[in-house]
């Protein structure tokens, strides 16, 4: 089992398991998000080879439009 923090709130999740699924474990629109780990933006490509690891710090961006 693993710890993470996204935006703030903990999570406890079964599995080492990548960005993409948590993804969609947290039924996230992948349209207009950033997501840093550790500080690092992560490249939307590179989603699905970024592994979880215990205590990571995982930051979610939603762009909004204004005016």
Do not use: F, P
């Not at 999570?11 to 474990?25: C, G, H, K, S």
């Not at 979610?60 to 204004?66: F, H, L, M, P, S």
């Amino acid at each position: 089992m693993i710890d993470v923090s996204v935006n703030h709130e903990s999570y406890q999740l079964d599995e080492t398991i990548n960005l993409q699924r948590l993804i969609e474990r947290l039924d996230l629109s992948e349209s207009g998000i950033a997501i840093a780990i550790n500080n690092v933006i992560i490249n939307r490509s590179d989603w699905r080879q970024t592994q979880l690891s215990d205590r990571d710090n995982i930051l979610i961006i939603q762009a909004v439009q204004g005016g």
